[in-house]
């Protein structure tokens, strides 16, 4: 049974079972301030467990794309190392919410299992929770009672609350577990060892494949549990691990999951998987990695040095430096194996085969670029190599952390380049200041929230801010949230004409009035899908009606640059092509910026034509067509684009200002008609990162406000120019006699710098043979100082020269020697120069004929050339 089957017929069981298929959720995470990305099954359905919202059916079923290298669950350093973890991976899994309970999941797992899959009875342990007296938790004696019902109790395991009672977090729903593990070792080995005594001991060959989860409390924030008002089954079952089973393999990575990229790369790399552990785990490494940074892309998270972002690049950069290191990969490669797996994927996770260009081009940058980063720091290690002599041929901790936080290099890199050198790493010194980054991280996001406070249970907050400006509201819910420099206060309302930040649009604020206080709102936020409204203090009547009234000036200036966006996405797609797609978004009251493919630079004649193309449909007054709840096939028919790595419900509200012209998807606030955006203006293009785009533009007032500085401007240069008329030309004359001049001004410099030159020739010390130069000097520029050195070094044999100067205020020095003094002498300019800048307060290096150093004190260039002198009579 390939892989594909496997997926297929869990998902047609569970539909023969009265279950919803519903398709994966993005794994990026945008509306969850607790996640960064979806680490498990239960994860998108996080709001019908928490009574958040209903769930739109009591039966579901999926499989779910999800990420495990950050937090909690952290899976990253084992990843290649054994058999059976990962970063990417497919989770499978089946819910009810407020349905069927225990009996029926645990008697259909085992259906499944033994029948559809045929699974042989005599491999499979299960356990359940053994209870925990602090937590006052009994046995879960019903789950033993089903299970022995179908399975030996020999095979019936006992399991602590580390191992058999799930929680989502520190606080939320939670409850006991039971587990399903596979022993999959050959009859010899079952022979000699009891299975049993391996469940949960992290053999590779007896696995967990699956987890029912019964969510019947809710984890406090003061620790205590609370009955859930309805119970909830949660199940997981990991998919590789799965096909490990069925496939009778005895590795995740034999089974067709994984086995043609692992071809695929060996082929590549000229190697034969199977024959050597260390680049058999650099090709198990890469086979696994390239699934989580493509299928992250592709869900629209680039590779930055922030957040999600950071993390993408670290898997990368982890993949990369494997295949550098162990496979010789020297130029980018992993962009290559995204074909291989668009097309393994075709047919269940359709969005990465149908972005591939855009997704390969984005890989082949960041590889290009961390290359460069190994390059550079190879160069480094190189030149501290004589330091690390000096330290006992070793490599400190502090150096070791700089190559990891700066350079992207690994411990065990910086390790394996240290042993091809003869050198050890102070590892420990590498964990200090590991330890010391960590906590800075920690102490920067530590914060502290409080259990909600429930005024009215069984609410769910509305959202009616497309047509109102105002409502009376009562708070429905709230909680406190302290972090380090700061206490802020989360009220959510029954109703509300808030808009919560999402989909690029930032949150409303406004105030909270009753007939006794106003209540600030700082900010609006969504958490799931409640709306967050954010305060700095609490109302002191919680229980009174109030009046929630939003900042109505600022929410319509973000509605012009909101609709101004949708109308900027079309021109672009019109102009520059289809292939345009958003891939980031900021509307806020001050300016919108979007993101989006394009592999080119926009020509400013472009620009123009897109400005204009925008301003020609403000000035059309085209009204908004809204539809909402539309089915969502629906409003695929009619055009509506659909943005890659957004999460979309059965229904959806549909936005466009004319059918041709702009058709999408969208949640946020609106103009009721085009004209009301007033002016558009381009006021930047860049580029963001590889094959990605952005435009920053502003509309209505800003735009006016800010053609009006450009006039302003273009006035004040007429006016000092003396010129009305050809204001470019009168520029081009300024400019073409600045250049004369500086002509001029360079050839006076190097007539000045042949002057000193001879006279510095002429002072030189002499001291054993050596001819000595230590001088501080008045040059312009750093390249006249490095073009002083060389010249030096051609009129004056024997030559020690260190020259100090200050240029643009800042103490710079340099240090040449001839090449007989470095070969004969053995002097080094670089170590000289380090010596040297110590009176500066700074540091420097180089090579050891010519090195240079730069510092703080410019007051201490005046005791360099003494303290020059000194150093050389030590050297002779």
């Given at each position: 049974m390939?892989?594909?089957?496997?997926?297929?017929?869990?998902?047609?069981?569970?539909?023969?079972?009265?279950?919803?298929i519903?398709?994966?959720?993005?794994?990026?995470v945008?509306?969850?301030?607790?996640?960064?990305?979806?680490?498990?099954g239960?994860?998108?359905?996080?709001?019908y467990?928490?009574?958040?919202?209903?769930?739109?059916?009591?039966?579901?079923?999926?499989t779910?794309?999800?990420?495990?290298v950050?937090?909690k669950?952290?899976?990253l350093?084992e990843?290649?190392?054994?058999?059976?973890?990962?970063?990417m991976?497919?989770?499978?899994g089946?819910?009810?919410?407020?349905?069927?309970f225990?009996?029926?999941?645990?008697?259909?797992?085992?259906e499944l299992?033994?029948?559809?899959y045929?699974?042989?009875k005599?491999?499979?342990?299960?356990s359940?929770?053994?209870?925990?007296?602090?937590?006052n938790?009994?046995?879960?004696?019903?789950?033993?009672?089903?299970?022995?019902?179908?399975i030996?109790?020999?095979?019936?395991?006992m399991?602590?609350?580390?191992?058999?009672?799930?929680?989502?977090?520190d606080t939320?729903?939670c409850?006991?577990?039971?587990?399903i593990h596979?022993?999959l070792?050959?009859d010899?080995?079952?022979?000699?060892?009891?299975?049993k005594?391996?469940?949960?001991?992290?053999h590779?060959?007896?696995?967990?494949i699956?987890?029912?989860?019964?969510?019947e409390?809710?984890?406090?924030?003061?620790?205590?549990?609370?009955?859930l008002?309805?119970q909830?089954?949660?199940?997981?079952?990991?998919?590789?691990?799965?096909?490990?089973?069925?496939?009778?393999?005895?590795s995740?990575?034999?089974?067709?999951?994984?086995?043609p990229l692992?071809?695929?790369?060996?082929?590549?790399?000229?190697?034969t998987?199977?024959?050597?552990?260390?680049?058999d785990i650099?090709?198990r490494?890469?086979?696994?990695?390239?699934?989580?940074?493509?299928?992250?892309?592709?869900?629209?998270?680039?590779p930055s040095?922030n957040?999600?972002g950071?993390?993408i690049?670290?898997?990368l950069?982890r993949?990369?430096?494997?295949?550098?290191?162990?496979?010789?990969?020297?130029?980018?490669?992993?962009?290559k194996?995204?074909?291989?797996?668009?097309d393994q994927?075709a047919?269940?996770?359709?969005e990465?085969?149908?972005q591939l260009g855009?997704?390969?081009?984005?890989i082949?940058?960041?590889?290009?670029?961390?290359?460069?980063?190994?390059?550079?720091g190879?160069?480094?290690l190189?030149?501290?190599?004589?330091?690390?002599?000096?330290?006992?041929?070793?490599?400190?901790?502090?150096?070791?952390?700089?190559?990891?936080d700066?350079?992207?290099?690994?411990?065990?890199l910086?390790?394996?380049?240290?042993?091809?050198k003869?050198?050890?790493?102070d590892?420990?010194?590498?964990?200090?200041?590991?330890?010391?980054?960590?906590?800075?991280?920690r102490?920067?996001s530590?914060t502290?929230?409080t259990?909600w406070?429930?005024?009215?249970?069984?609410v769910?907050?509305?959202?009616i801010?497309y047509?109102c400006?105002?409502?009376?509201?009562?708070i429905?819910r709230?909680?406190?949230?302290?972090?380090?420099n700061?206490?802020?206060?989360?009220?959510v309302?029954?109703?509300t004409?808030?808009?919560?930040?999402?989909?690029?649009?930032?949150?409303?604020?406004?105030?909270?009035?009753?007939?006794?206080?106003?209540?600030e709102v700082?900010?609006?936020?969504?958490?799931?899908?409640?709306?967050?409204?954010?305060?700095?203090?609490?109302?002191?009547h919680?229980?009174?009606?109030f009046?929630?009234?939003?900042?109505?000036?600022?929410?319509?200036?973000?509605?012009?640059?909101?609709?101004?966006?949708?109308?900027?996405?079309?021109?672009?797609?019109?102009a520059l092509g289809?292939?345009v797609?958003?891939?980031?978004?900021?509307?806020?009251?001050?300016?919108l910026?979007?993101?989006?493919s394009?592999?080119a630079?926009i020509?400013?004649a472009?620009?123009?034509?897109?400005?204009?193309?925008?301003?020609?449909?403000?000035?059309?007054?085209i009204?908004?067509?809204?539809?909402?709840n539309?089915?969502?096939?629906?409003?695929?028919?009619?055009?509506?684009?659909?943005?890659?790595?957004?999460?979309?419900?059965?229904f959806?509200?549909?936005?466009?200002?004319?059918?041709?012209h702009?058709?999408?998807?969208?949640?946020g606030?609106?103009?009721?008609n085009?004209?009301?955006?007033?002016?558009?203006?381009i006021?930047?293009e860049s580029s963001?990162?590889?094959?990605?785009?952005?435009?920053?533009?502003i509309?209505?007032?800003?735009?006016?406000?800010y053609?009006?500085?450009q006039?302003n401007?273009?006035n004040?240069?007429?006016?000092?120019?003396?010129?009305?008329?050809?204001?470019?030309?009168a520029v081009e004359?300024?400019?073409?006699?600045?250049?004369a001049?500086?002509?001029?001004?360079?050839?006076?410099?190097?007539?000045?710098?042949g002057t000193?030159?001879?006279?510095?020739?002429?002072?030189?010390?002499q001291?054993?043979?050596?001819?000595?130069?230590?001088?501080?000097?008045?040059?312009?520029?750093?390249?006249y100082?490095?073009?002083?050195?060389?010249?030096?070094?051609?009129?004056v044999d024997?030559?020690?020269l260190?020259?100090?100067?200050?240029?643009?205020?800042?103490?710079q020095?340099a240090?040449?020697?001839s090449?007989?003094l470095?070969?004969?002498?053995?002097?080094?300019?670089?170590?000289?120069?380090?010596?040297?800048?110590?009176?500066?307060?700074?540091?420097?290096?180089?090579?050891?004929?010519?090195?240079?150093?730069?510092?703080?004190?410019?007051?201490g260039?005046?005791a360099?050339?003494?303290k020059?002198?000194?150093?050389?009579?030590?050297?002779?």
């Amino acid at each position: 049974m390939n892989s594909a089957e496997i997926r297929q017929k869990f998902l047609d069981f569970f539909a023969s079972k009265q279950h919803q298929i519903v398709p994966s959720a993005p794994i990026v995470v945008k509306d969850d301030p607790t996640l960064m990305f979806i680490n498990s099954g239960m994860a998108p359905f996080k709001d019908y467990f928490l009574g958040n919202k209903p769930a739109p059916n009591k039966r579901i079923a999926d499989t779910q794309k999800c990420l495990r290298v950050s937090g909690k669950h952290n899976d990253l350093e084992e990843v290649g190392y054994d058999t059976y973890h990962h970063t990417m991976f497919e989770m499978l899994g089946n819910w009810s919410f407020g349905d069927y309970f225990k009996k029926e999941a645990l008697e259909w797992s085992w259906e499944l299992l033994t029948e559809v899959y045929g699974l042989p009875k005599d491999r499979l342990y299960v356990s359940v929770f053994q209870g925990d007296e602090s937590e006052n938790l009994p046995m879960d004696q019903d789950a033993f009672n089903i299970w022995k019902s179908m399975i030996a109790e020999d095979r019936i395991l006992m399991g602590s609350k580390k191992d058999n009672f799930w929680e989502m977090g520190d606080t939320g729903p939670c409850g006991p577990c039971s587990e399903i593990h596979v022993d999959l070792r050959t009859d010899e080995e079952r022979a000699q060892v009891d299975g049993k005594s391996l469940v949960n001991n992290d053999h590779p060959q007896v696995v967990e494949i699956w987890n029912n989860v019964f969510m019947e409390f809710n984890r406090l924030a003061d620790g205590s549990l609370v009955k859930l008002p309805a119970q909830h089954v949660d199940t997981g079952m990991g998919f590789e691990r799965l096909c490990m089973a069925i496939q009778g393999k005895r590795s995740n990575y034999d089974t067709d999951v994984f086995q043609p990229l692992i071809q695929y790369v060996a082929k590549e790399a000229g190697v034969t998987y199977g024959e050597n552990e260390k680049t058999d785990i650099a090709i198990r490494v890469i086979s696994d990695h390239i699934r989580a940074i493509a299928f992250t892309i592709a869900d629209g998270q680039l590779p930055s040095n922030n957040k999600a972002g950071y993390v993408i690049r670290r898997i990368l950069r982890r993949a990369v430096r494997y295949g550098f290191t162990f496979l010789d990969f020297k130029k980018p490669f992993l962009y290559k194996l995204a074909a291989v797996l668009a097309d393994q994927m075709a047919h269940v996770f359709p969005e990465l085969k149908q972005q591939l260009g855009f997704v390969q081009r984005v890989i082949e940058e960041e590889e290009n670029a961390f290359l460069r980063t190994l390059e550079n720091g190879l160069k480094r290690l190189d030149a501290l190599e004589e330091s690390f002599k000096q330290n006992n041929n070793t490599i400190d901790g502090k150096t070791a952390f700089e190559l990891y936080d700066t350079f992207g290099f690994p411990l065990d890199l910086t390790a394996l380049i240290a042993r091809e050198k003869g050198f050890t790493v102070d590892e420990a010194g590498f964990g200090v200041e590991m330890e010391q980054q960590k906590n800075r991280s920690r102490n920067a996001s530590a914060t502290e929230q409080t259990d909600w406070v429930i005024l009215q249970p069984d609410v769910v907050n509305e959202f009616i801010g497309y047509d109102c400006d105002t409502s009376a509201s009562h708070i429905v819910r709230y909680r406190q949230v302290k972090t380090k420099n700061k206490s802020e206060y989360h009220l959510v309302l029954d109703k509300t004409p808030f808009y919560a930040e999402s989909g690029g649009q930032v949150g409303d604020t406004g105030y909270l009035i009753s007939d006794s206080e106003q209540i600030e709102v700082l900010d609006t936020k969504k958490e799931n899908d409640l709306i967050l409204h954010i305060t700095a203090k609490l109302p002191q009547h919680v229980e009174a009606g109030f009046r929630a009234e939003i900042n109505a000036e600022r929410r319509n200036m973000i509605r012009r640059n909101h609709s101004a966006t949708h109308l900027l996405h079309a021109a672009l797609r019109s102009a520059l092509g289809e292939h345009v797609q958003q891939r980031g978004s900021l509307v806020n009251e001050k300016l919108l910026r979007f993101d989006f493919s394009h592999f080119a630079k926009i020509e400013e004649a472009e620009l123009r034509q897109i400005e204009h193309m925008v301003n020609k449909r403000v000035r059309e007054s085209i009204p908004l067509e809204e539809s909402r709840n539309v089915p969502i096939e629906e409003a695929k028919k009619l055009g509506a684009m659909a943005l890659f790595g957004e999460k979309y419900g059965d229904f959806v509200r549909v936005i466009s200002f004319g059918q041709d012209h702009s058709v999408e998807l969208c949640g946020g606030t609106h103009v009721l008609n085009t004209g009301n955006i007033g002016y558009f203006k381009i006021v930047s293009e860049s580029s963001v990162a590889a094959g990605v785009r952005r435009i920053e533009a502003i509309s209505g007032d800003a735009a006016e406000d800010y053609m009006q500085q450009q006039v302003n401007e273009l006035n004040a240069v007429r006016e000092v120019l003396n010129t009305q008329s050809n204001v470019s030309g009168a520029v081009e004359k300024l400019q073409d006699d600045y250049k004369a001049l500086q002509k001029q001004l360079e050839q006076f410099e190097l007539k000045q710098l042949g002057t000193l030159k001879d006279t510095l020739a002429q002072n030189a010390q002499q001291l054993n043979g050596i001819n000595l130069v230590a001088e501080k000097v008045d040059v312009s520029s750093s390249d006249y100082l490095k073009k002083l050195a060389f010249d030096m070094r051609q009129v004056v044999d024997n030559l020690v020269l260190v020259l100090a100067a200050e240029i643009d205020g800042k103490p710079q020095i340099a240090v040449m020697l001839s090449d007989n003094l470095v070969s004969e002498k053995n002097m080094n300019a670089s170590q000289m120069v380090r010596e040297l800048a110590k009176e500066i307060q700074g540091g420097g290096g180089g090579q050891p004929f010519y090195a240079t150093a730069g510092g703080k004190n410019s007051a201490g260039l005046a005791a360099v050339p003494g303290k020059a002198v000194e150093l050389v009579k030590s050297l002779l």
